[in-house]
């Protein structure tokens, strides 16, 4: 257990509808990290955010959006769904900004399937 | 978005056998990082190698950084059941952190009963 955690598991839905993914870091982690995982894929990189600011943005599409709250959970929220947005959102966490080396502890992951 | 180049995709071995993967990009990376994917799970951290031609072992694991820094590899010796899984490679550029890591493209790992 990385002490990471993430609802929901699985999440079901329909073309063109939004959804919310919530991730918690671990205790005392400072960053949260979201990536995208589509089928026999790498991890591609979607966006941090370092104490509730935008740290670093990658491959994110403008229908995603995320944001980090006070308490230092986050949330990645997907709109006007598409088909081939269906994959697994791993969210991670890290002590601080991510400095070199720093070590990113993945939570389990939200299986999205976009029907 | 780019991802490292990971060889090969897939592995069957039999218990027992020695496994080497590698991982290659075209530009420099200053920290590589090995993870391991189980099924249904997030990766999780093997190996860091912050310094070109680091030899770092984990266990029955041992990774290196590529003199070159455009490159790593991680073999596992002796391979047990419980090795099974996706092995993820990822490089990190910037020495100066808020750097994201670009991951490999996975070699999934099988044993062969």
């Known amino acids: 257990d990385s002490g990471v955690t993430q609802t929901p598991k699985h999440l079901i839905t329909a073309t063109g509808q939004r959804v919310t993914l919530r991730c918690s870091p671990r205790?005392?982690?400072?960053?949260v990290y979201w990536y995208q995982q589509s089928l026999d894929q790498g991890l591609q990189f979607l966006i941090q955010?370092?104490?509730?600011?935008?740290?670093a943005k990658g491959n994110i599409l403008e229908r995603f959006s995320a944001q980090q709250f006070p308490d230092l959970h986050s949330e990645l929220n997907l709109s006007s769904l598409e088909l081939g947005d269906s994959a697994l959102y791993f969210c991670a966490s890290s002590l601080t900004s991510g400095r070199a080396g720093e070590t990113q502890y993945f939570g389990p992951g939200t299986r999205l399937l976009v029907l | 978005g780019q991802q490292l180049n990971q060889s090969p995709q897939s592995m069957f071995i039999q218990e027992g056998e020695d496994v080497s993967m590698n991982c290659t990009s075209s530009?420099?990376?200053?920290?590589w990082l090995w993870y391991k994917q189980d099924p249904g799970e997030g990766p999780v951290l093997l190996i860091a190698l912050y310094k070109a031609g680091e030899l770092t072992s984990n266990g029955r694991l041992t990774a290196q950084f590529g003199i070159t820094r455009k490159d790593s590899f991680l073999n596992i010796s002796a391979s047990i059941p419980s090795d099974v899984g996706i092995y993820f490679c990822a490089g990190q550029r910037s020495n100066f952190g808020n750097e994201k890591l670009t991951f490999g493209t996975g070699t999934r790992l099988t044993i062969i009963p």
């Open positions: 205790s005392g982690d400072l960053s």
């Open positions: 955010y370092y104490n509730g600011e935008e740290r």
């Open positions: 530009s420099i990376f200053n920290t």
